[in-house]
């Protein structure tokens, strides 16, 4: 068992799972954890220790795929940071998650283009994590800050070539059916598909920041 403090443990229930019980339990859905567009949320993430797995297997597949162009694999990694989503009520887990996660994505990437890496890519995926990475309560579904706002998860969906487009949802519609709207496919099947609080125009992966303000 690995933990910080006592005061922690009895207040909030904080235990951290072993590296050795996480790659194991990572490795039992090897192929979902492989393919970068797979979704992953941790509820009570932590410091990181099940996302950082699932990034750095993802990462190996961008590195098979694509590592010889410098543009697909850092869009790849864009799509790949932004499937992964985790909620902490510990401030301090949130940070270090995020940083975590940015340090993987970032030692990955200036390993391959060093010289040829982009300071805009880096930002990206630093504000993708902000948005990704939140901290908040997964029981009540709400921010932990004033107010107690809900929590608000950013879908980053590829669209074409080096275009992404962002919708913003509240995580009790992603989990609550009631909240989501019926759709029926052109060969007449059905399901539900939640309804974003927002859409973003689409925008090209270094700038995606950028289109916040837009």
Same mark, same amino acid.
């Given at each position: 068992?690995?933990? /910080?403090?006592? *005061?922690?443990? @009895? =207040? ?8 050795? +019980?996480?790659?194991? !339990? %990572? ?29 750095? /297997?993802?990462? *190996?597949?961008? @590195? =098979? ?8 694999? +850092?869009?790849?990694? !864009? %799509? ?135």
């Amino acid at each position: 068992m690995q933990i /910080k403090e006592r *005061k922690r443990v @009895e =207040k909030y229930g904080e235990v951290f799972t072993s590296i050795r +019980e996480v790659t194991e !339990i %990572i490795d039992m859905v090897e192929h979902e954890a492989s393919r970068i567009e797979s979704k992953f949320f941790e509820p009570t993430c932590g410091n990181g220790n099940f996302l950082a797995e699932v990034l750095a /297997k993802k990462i *190996k597949t961008i @590195e =098979k795929k694509y590592i010889r162009n410098q543009i697909d694999y +850092e869009r790849s990694l !864009i %799509i790949a940071t932004g499937s992964l989503y985790g909620i902490d009520i510990l401030k301090d887990n949130v940070i270090e998650c995020r940083a975590r996660l940015e340090k993987i994505c970032h030692n990955a990437y200036t390993k391959q283009y060093k010289q040829k890496s982009k300071q805009k890519f880096k930002i990206a995926i630093e504000y993708i994590l902000s948005k990704n990475i939140l901290w908040g309560d997964a029981l009540t579904l709400k921010s932990v800050k004033n107010k107690k706002p809900p929590l608000v998860f950013s879908e980053w969906a590829p669209i074409n070539e080096s275009y992404i487009k962002r919708r913003d949802y509240t995580l009790s519609s992603l989990l609550d059916n009631s909240e989501m709207n019926k759709v029926v496919s052109d060969e007449g099947s059905s399901y539900f598909m939640s309804v974003p609080i927002k859409e973003f125009k689409k925008t090209h992966y270094l700038d995606i920041p950028l289109n916040e303000y837009c």
